[in-house]
């Protein structure tokens, strides 16, 4: 392969420019010329593509959201879409594409590999929801944006011995919930995959108040509903001073942490390994520190559970 392309599709995540940067700078240490595409799969099938130098990808391996931008693209999930992707890449003489983003972005790289053009995906999503890997590029920025922001709140929570409902993302996914809720010593951790009774949490939070503690934090992903409700029904059950923050896009910029941005280098390597190797419709992912790689589909139709061990624990830690 002499010619590859990489775009960023979906949902934006902190590390993807990292993941860009490795993608172009592994391809051109093996003699590839690799192709920007901007704005996804949209500016896939507009044909907005720049060759890209060692220099295009200089001075973004710290910067949050992504230099070739993204998108939603509607007209992508159609056979005609598609075909005018491949056909924007093949006048260029691009042979594979590298497409970081989340589950839909994968599908879309599925589909052009069933028609004759090598894709691999690499996992760009705070969400932490992607099969076949241990860790999505951007969860871990993310996941210490939560504890930063609760870490604030806990403070002027404690001032004012107030309970407060913390909204983070994730609507079907609660690893960062549940990372959160660990790592910031919450005392309820609401996630979309485990039904928890509200009077659990309630009684929680009332034990702890009994006791002597000043604050209490209860995380909620927003797939389980709306922190708002929440923090009016806790307060209207034990009349308690209730207060709620819906982190919501913070969650998704700033500077990638070291681990995002180890991750993307490593995870946009590979990408290019694969393709040089001639392969195609092949994930990468990273799974007790070995980069490795699966079929998509495959991939995606296992079904990520989160690690209800630590579920466990938090209940345990905050008795
Ligand atoms: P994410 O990649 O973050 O999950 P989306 O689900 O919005 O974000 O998907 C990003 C883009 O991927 C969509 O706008 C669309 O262009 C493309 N895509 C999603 N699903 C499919 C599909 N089934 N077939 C082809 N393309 C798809």
């Not at 507009?46 to 710290?62: A, P």
């Not at 308690?240 to 919501?248: A, F, K, M």
Request: glycine residues 14%.
């Amino acid at each position: 392969m002499k010619k590859i392309g990489v775009l960023t599709s979906g949902g934006d995540a902190p590390g993807m420019n990292a993941a860009v940067r490795s993608v172009v700078r592994k391809g051109i240490y093996h003699g590839i010329e690799v192709y920007g595409i901007y704005y996804g799969y949209q500016g896939l099938i507009n044909g907005d593509i720049e060759k890209m130098e060692l220099g295009s990808v200089g001075d973004i391996i710290h910067r949050g959201g992504t230099k070739l931008f993204t998108s939603r693209c509607p007209e992508f999930k159609t056979d005609e879409g598609q075909m005018k992707g491949i056909e924007q890449m093949k006048k260029l003489g691009i042979e594979g594409l590298v497409v970081i983003g989340g589950d839909g972005s994968f599908r879309g790289a599925k589909k052009l590999t069933e028609k004759g053009f090598p894709c691999i995906g690499v996992p760009g999503t705070i969400d932490n929801d992607i099969p076949g890997t241990d860790f999505t590029i951007g969860f871990d920025t993310a996941l210490n944006t939560i504890i930063d922001a609760v870490d604030k709140i806990r403070d002027t929570a404690t001032s004012h011995e107030r309970t407060y409902v913390i909204e983070v993302m994730g609507r079907d996914a609660g690893d960062l919930a549940l990372w959160a809720g660990l790592s910031a010593g919450a005392e309820s951790v609401l996630i979309p995959e485990k039904k928890e009774d509200f009077h659990d949490i309630v009684d929680r939070v009332k034990r702890g108040h009994d006791r002597g503690k000043r604050h209490s934090i209860i995380i909620v992903a927003e797939g389980v509903g709306s922190g708002v409700d929440y923090a009016k029904k806790i307060q209207t059950e034990l009349n308690l001073e209730t207060r709620v923050t819906v982190l919501g896009h913070t969650q998704r910029g700033g500077s990638p942490t070291a681990f995002d941005r180890v991750l993307a280098s490593r995870l946009g390597a590979k990408a290019v390994d694969l393709l040089m190797e001639g392969k195609g419709g092949r994930m990468v992912g990273i799974q007790s520190n070995q980069v490795v790689d699966h079929d998509i589909l495959e991939a995606l139709n296992l079904k990520r559970e989160p690690e209800m061990s630590m579920y466990q624990l938090s209940l345990e830690l905050s008795i």
